[in-house]
Every structure is written in C-alpha cells, then in structure tokens.
C-alpha cells in the first residue's frame, strides 16, 4: 500500500490531517456509510487466517502462516490494484474467529478467509456471511472452485464433452472439492454422476461414519445423498473406473491417483491434480497413462489450476461497484470470463488457462463480477458498460507506481533475496 493523496507541503497535512480530516469524520458519524466514499475502505480487504491448513504445510499456526497472507496481499495489489492487509489470528476455535472479524469489520470493504482447516471454515464462512454487510469470500473453497470449473468445461471442449453428460471423479472432499461440487451443479453438471473421496474411500448412502455425523458433517453428508447415483464402493481405482474427468485437491503426492487408474478411465480422460507442493500425480505420469489434458496447482506445469487468477479480478469488480455480498452466480460470472478469456487467446492441450500475469483477465472477471452484482441487486443501481475501463485503469495505475518505485531504488535497498 502506499499513499494515495499528494503531501507537497504542511499545508497539504491541514488537508488531509487535523484540521481538515474533522469534516470527513462528521460526515461519517451521521452517515457511516460514507466511510466507503471518504475513506480507503472500500478498496480494503482483510485477508483472515489462523494458520490450521495452510496449503501444502497444515496447521503451521498464525505467526508461520504469515508469510503466506503477505504473498496473498502482494497478488492483490499486482493483479487488481486492491489494498489487503493479513491479519493471522491466534483464535482457537470458529465462533472465536467470526467475533473477531465481525469486530474488524468497519474497516475494510471486504474479507478473505484464507487456510481455515475443515469443518472450521464452512462455519466460519456461513456465520460471516450471514452477520456482515460487507462481501466475504473463503478463497480455498470459492477461488479454487472458480478456477477449477473454468478450466474443467474448457477442457471437456477440447475433448467433446458436456459437462452435464460427464462422470467426474472428485479426490478428496475438503473446502476446494466441497465448493467445486456446489458450482459444478449450479453450473449444470449431473450429481449422480459424481463420485466423491475422502480418505475413507467413495462417499455414498451406505457411509455410516457420515451418517452418524450428519450434523457436523453435514457438507460431506449432503454429498453422499446426492452423488454417486451408480453406488461405485472402494477406493480411487474404482471410482476411477470409465470416468471422464477427475478433480484432485487431495494429499500431496506423489502416487496418491496411481497411473494404472488413468488408464481405466473412459477416451482422452481430463485430470487436474491440483495438490501442493507435489501433485496427486506427476503428468508426465498422467499423460503416459492416456490422460489427454492434465492441469495441476503448479506454475512450473502447463494448466496451472491457481485461484490467485480468479480473487484479484474479483474483488476489484465487488469494490468497483460496492457489492455487499459475493453470490454463487457472481462466481459464475467470474468462471465465465476466466473461461471466455481463455477461449479468445486460443485453447490447447496445454493451455485451457490464461497465464495470471495478462492484466486484461483481471480486468474481464472484474466487469463480469460486478455487473451480475448490479443484475442482481447486490449493489447500488449504476452503469456497468464502463467497468472494465476502470478496473484496467486501477491496475495500470498500480503497477506504473510500482514499477516507479522499483525503477528509483525505492524497493530493493534493503532487500536481500534468499
């Protein structure tokens, strides 16, 4: 973050300082939502942690996790030219979290959970969203679900298939498969053509440890109602078994899916082992097997399934038309560009994905985004025509004052690569 008003002179402090900042804070106390009109607030989102699942290292807690958040900001402010602060929270449990999010909560304009084990981060998504006025997003569920599907129906496009018509494997039912599940459906897919994993096996009717834990379980229990109409029963190598498509956010690899299963799978099978820091598998494993397209979480991979394509852009379209909520189809607004913008720049094998760095794409979900929360009432009534005029203008400007900065000196004087 840096500053974003001219100091030339003392009389410059008067302005924006005492006394002149006393007229502001007036305004805001007998209409507080001026706060986002006169403040900084409504281009401010917290990024919440406590450190319990952090991607690829586990519970590491809040003081380990926040070299993490800080990256996290750092996409932010590059990619959509919006103000994160991380905030890793040594809390305990789930209510303690929400208390304390609900008490920041006046000052930013929006909230992003971030490495929150299950079930924890379902309950602490659910009560925010129900309690604050502001748009909250957990990025390991909703992010990664966005991407995922994006990349799923333009590769089931490159393979002539219809994502209502596919049977789709999911490996491991955490907070990136749970809310993959969710879009999948809300997009069209079939849920009794869907087998779900845990490390117990295929989730069915039949699975007691569920059933007998419905209420806390009750995600993975929904799930085992409504999918695998077939019963498939066993483990990875049966569910595997004519699939078209499996969607791995599961342990880190190697050897979790074995090449054996890919090669049971139905014609020009599509696989996304989407664990970190080592894929469920390798694809050169994958692609040996049959596998006609595979993504993983990695950069250094063709297909790189990564959720920062999707929460930079997002929350740049929430706050350009101060959205108070983030909806299932404001997601889909934002699969659909990812996806459209994909299709445009011209789909392969190796790349169903647009790379992170094109600016248009962050620009593209961000006029998506924020038009379908105009459509759907989650935000004030305005003009949408000109919104990706003005998100790529805000992460212009952004990466212009950044590369001054770097071009002067200004960020690598004390910085010493590890």
Known sequence: MMAKCPMRSPA??????TPGVAAASRAIAAEPALSCELTNRANTVA?????SRVLGLGDIGPEAAMPVMEGKALLFKQYGGVDAVPLCLDAASGEEIVAIVEALAPSFGGINLEDISTPKCFRVLEALKKSLSIPVWHDDQQGSATVALAGLVNALELVGKRLDEARIVLVGIGAANMAVYRLMKAEGAEPGAIVALDSKGTLHSGRRDIADAREALREKWQVCSETNRQGVTGGIAEALKGADACLAFSTPGPGIIPPETVASMADEPIIFACANPVPEIWPEEALAAGAR???TGRSDFPNQVNNS???PGLFRGVFDV???AISERMALAAAHALAGHARQAGLSDQAILPPMERIEVAADIAAAVGAE???EGLA???DTAGLYGKALRRIEMTRRAAS????NGCLSADFEAP
């Open 12 to 17: 410059d402090l008067a302005v924006w300082y």
């Open 47 to 51: 990024i919440i942690s406590d450190g």
């Open 293 to 295: 397209i595979v993504a």
């Open 309 to 311: 394509l999707v929460f």
């Open 322 to 324: 101060r959205a108070r």
């Open 373 to 375: 929360a105009v459509a």
């Open 380 to 382: 004030p009534p305005q």
């Open 404 to 407: 001054l900065l770097d071009e």
